[in-house]
C-alpha cells in the first residue's frame, strides 16, 4: 500500500539521502543527478552516463513520481483553459501568444506545462489540482464573470495556493491577476479616431462577462467624454470576438452606414469578419467606414486595407506571469505576495483607420 | 525513504483497496471515487460531496501522485515540441491545429496535456520521460532528420514504448506516425496550375530535413512529368516556412518574373510573406504571378488576393494521433499494433491562382 495523504499545508520532506552519495561518486552535484534522473534539460552526454553509472553502482534510481511524493512537488504549472466546443482556442491569437510566452518560462526554470481544460458552466476543482499534487501552481485563462467561475476562482482564493488569473479581474483580496491595461488601449484607439475628424463612432464589442471587455467600454467612454462627444447606444454593437460575430454584426452596421464615420472593434477577428462582409455588400473600406481594432495579431497586417490595432503584449503577459509564480514556488520570500501586474498597449497606426 | 524503482517493463499494480469501501459508504462506482479525488472531469456537486464524507470518515484521501506510483501510470499524455528560439510556436497554423486536436482527445478522456520542450540540436531523452513517469505516452511535433532527433526517437523506439511521431517519417520499424498525404496534395497543386495554361511552374519549398518538405518536392516532380515539362532546377527557391522567409524569396523571385507563370509555395506563412513583398515592389497578383500555397491557414482566405491552397486536416491529425495513443493505453489488445496513418488533403481554389 502506497497511499497516504499529504494535505497542502502541512507538507513533510523526505529527503532523498542516496542522492548524495551518487552525486560525490559521478563528481557532480546532487542538481545534476536529479536533472539527470529525471530527464530535465539539456546534459552532456558524458555527465550523464557518469551519473547513471553511479546510480547502477549504488543500486540507486531516482523515481520523478516517488521523488514527487517525497518533495511533495509535481514539477509542473497547470494551465487551465475553458473548453469551448468546436473552437479551436490554441488557433486564437490571445491564447496562442498567452502560451508561447508561458512556454517559454516554463522551458526556461525545467518545469513541463501541464495543460487542462475546464467546462466554463461548472465550478472547477482548482484545489483538488493541488491536493492530489497533479499541479504545483495555476495559471488561469479566459476566465469570465459568471457564478460558476467566480465561484471556482474564489475558492482557490481562500485556500492561499499560488495562483495567477491572466487579464480578467474578480472582486476578492489576495487575487494575483496579470493583464492589460485595456481601458487606455481603448482610449487610445478612439481618441485616434477623434483626432482624425470622426465623431460619430460605433462600437463593436465583445461578451460583456470578461472584465476585458467592460474596460475597452470604460476607454471608448472617456475618449469620447473627453471630447465632449455623447454617446449614442444605437450604434452599439455586441459579437463573441469571433469572426463569425463581426460577419454577424456586419447586417447593422451596413444599416446604420449613413450614421456612422468610423468603428471600433473590441479584436482583430471581429474586425476581419466585419470588413469581409461589408466589402461583399460593395463598401469601400476606409472611405465609407473607418475602423480601429484591437490585438495586432499576424493577421491585421495583411488584411485588405491592413488593420489600424491596438497591440497587446499578451506574450509578455504570458511569461511575466509564469516566471512569477514560478519564482514564488523557490524563493520562500515571496510566498506572501500577491502578483498584480498591468501591461500597456501600443497603438499601430495603418490603413484602416483612413491613414 | 519513498524512493523506489519502477521499471517500465515491469510495471506491477497495487491495489488500492481502501477505495472500494469509499465507494460503497457514497453509494457510488469506484471510477467515481477515482475521479472526484482526482478531480478529473466535471462531477454534480452533490455527488462529490458523498464521496469526500465518506473518504473522511474512512480516514482515506488518495493522492494522485501515490496513486500514479501505485498504478505506475502519470495521468498525463505528453507533446513533445521543438524549442525555436524567438518563435512563437503556438501562434503558427501548424502547432496550434495539431494542439487543438490533441486538446480535444485527451479533454475528452480526463487525461492532463503535458506539453515539453526539446532542444532540436541536442539528443532529446524521451525514454526517461516514462521511466520517471511523468507521462504514460507520447507525440512528437516538429521533428526532422537531424542527426540528434534521429537518435532520439529511434532509442525511443527500440525501447518499445507508446508514442507517435506527427507528419514525419524515420527509416525504423515499429514506428508510430500519422501524417498527410502531401506528395498528393502537392501534385494537386501543381496539376491545377498546369490544368490554367501554367508551364513555367517555380517551386519556394521548406526546409529541406523535413521529410513533408521531400514529399512536397516528390509531388511537384510527378506533376510536371506528367505534363511533360522539364523540371528547372533555376526557378527552385528554399524557405524555412516562415514569414520572413517567404520575403526574403521575393527578391528571386522578382528577378525571375520573366521565367515564371505560376510559383507553388510550401506553405501559407511563405506565400502571404512573398506575395508582400511583391506587391511592395509593385507587381500584380495573380496578373504577374499566380501563386497556390499550402495549409489553408484562416489567413489564407483574407489575403488580397485570397489563397489557392491545399487543406492539410492538421486537427484530426492530432486528435487521431492521441485518441489512437490512448487507446492503445487502455486496451491491451491495441498495444502491439503500430499507428500508421496518412490522411488526405484537399485543394481550396481562391483568386490567387488566377480563377
Known amino acids: 500500500m502506497y497511499t497516504r495523504t499529504l494535505f497542502i499545508d502541512g507538507q513533510e520532506d523526505y529527503p532523498l539521502t542516496n542522492r548524495k552519495e551518487v552525486a560525490r561518486l559521478a563528481g557532480v552535484s546532487e542538481a545534476t543527478v536529479s536533472r539527470v534522473l529525471n530527464g530535465i534539460g539539456p546534459m552532456k552526454?558524458?555527465?550523464?552516463?557518469?551519473v547513471l553509472d553511479a546510480a547502477k553502482q549504488l543500486n540507486y534510481e531516482l523515481n520523478a513520481v516517488a521523488s514527487s511524493f517525497a518533495r511533495g512537488r509535481s514539477g509542473n504549472l497547470g494551465v487551465v483553459m475553458p473548453h469551448v466546443p468546436k473552437v479551436h482556442l490554441f488557433s486564437t491569437y490571445y491564447f496562442s501568444e498567452l502560451l508561447s510566452g508561458i512556454g517559454e518560462a516554463?522551458?526556461?526554470k525545467g518545469y513541463g506545462l501541464l495543460l487542462l481544460f475546464r467546462d466554463p458552466a461548472a465550478e472547477f476543482d482548482y484545489v483538488s489540482l493541488y491536493r492530489t499534487q497533479r499541479v504545483d501552481a495555476c495559471l488561469i485563462l479566459g476566465a469570465s464573470a459568471i457564478d460558476s467561475e467566480i465561484a471556482g476562482i474564489h475558492r482557490l482564493a481562500e485556500a492561499s495556493l499560488p495562483f495567477c488569473v491572466m487579464?480578467?479581474?474578480?472582486e476578492h483580496s489576495g487575487l494575483s491577476i496579470v493583464a492589460a491595461d485595456h481601458e487606455q488601449g481603448s482610449y487610445d484607439a478612439v481618441r485616434h479616431l477623434i483626432d482624425g475628424g470622426c465623431t460619430r463612432i460605433g462600437f463593436l464589442n465583445g461578451s460583456?462577462?470578461?472584465s476585458n471587455s467592460q474596460d475597452r467600454h470604460e476607454g471608448y467612454l472617456r475618449a469620447l467624454a473627453e471630447a465632449g462627444i455623447e454617446p449614442d447606444e444605437s450604434i452599439f454593437y455586441e459579437g463573441n470576438y469571433s469572426r463569425t460575430s463581426g460577419r454577424r454584426a456586419a447586417e447593422a452596421v451596413y444599416r446604420d452606414l449613413g450614421r456612422l464615420?468610423?468603428?471600433?472593434?473590441?479584436?482583430d477577428r471581429m474586425a476581419i469578419g466585419l470588413?469581409?462582409?461589408l466589402r461583399e455588400k460593395g463598401c469601400r473600406l476606409p472611405d465609407d467606414l473607418k475602423i480601429v481594432a484591437y490585438d495586432d495579431s499576424d493577421a491585421a497586417s495583411f488584411t485588405e486595407p491592413p488593420l489600424t490595432t491596438v497591440k497587446v503584449p499578451f506574450y509578455d503577459m504570458g511569461r511575466l506571469a509564469a516566471d512569477k509564480l514560478l519564482a514564488r514556488l523557490t524563493d520562500k520570500d515571496q510566498t506572501d505576495g500577491v502578483i498584480n501586474?498591468?501591461?500597456?498597449?501600443?497603438?499601430?497606426?495603418r490603413k484602416s483607420s483612413g491613414n
Chains 1, 2 share one sequence.
Request: no cysteine; glycine share 2%; net charge positive.
Open 341 to 349: 501586474e498591468k501591461l500597456q498597449t501600443e497603438l499601430k497606426i
Open 275 to 277: 470588413m469581409q462582409a
Open 261 to 267: 464615420d468610423a468603428i471600433f472593434v473590441g479584436n
Open 167 to 170: 487579464d480578467q479581474r474578480f
Open 45 to 50: 552526454d558524458s555527465t550523464k552516463k557518469r
Open 208 to 210: 460583456p462577462q470578461y
Open 106 to 108: 516554463v522551458r526556461s
